[in-house]
């Protein structure tokens, strides 16, 4: 039997233990921030297309996944991951409101809302 390196024709890369309870919102919204960011910084290419870099970020935060294992199934650095894992939570941080904003509507509604 031979031994081959190629993966079949129309198979995922991306590995992963187990499936990670995720909404399809969850994963878009994470990917489309990603889109909107490379197309911001006119980068022209990524190794895995953002919805896989989205799920890799999330199984690392969600499950606390090491990154060595998230990129070695997936034929990345982890260096990579940890780049992408500091980048999408920059990114993420960067939507949130400001505490002192949202301190405010709280004190003028009385509530969360």
Sequence with gaps: MTHSEKRAKG???L????RPPLS?????HLADLLRRHLKAI?????ILPP???????LAVLRHDQRLADMAGGNNVSESTVRRWHDELIGLLAAQAPRLERA??????????S
């Design 51 to 57: 919805g896989k870099i989205a799920v890799i970020v």
């Design 24 to 28: 399809t919102s969850t994963v878009n």
């Design 103 to 112: 301190l405010t509507k709280v004190a003028r509604v009385g509530r969360w």
């Design 15 to 18: 590995v992963y233990q187990c």
């Design 11 to 13: 198979t995922c890369p």
């Design 42 to 46: 006119r980068c022209r290419w990524r």
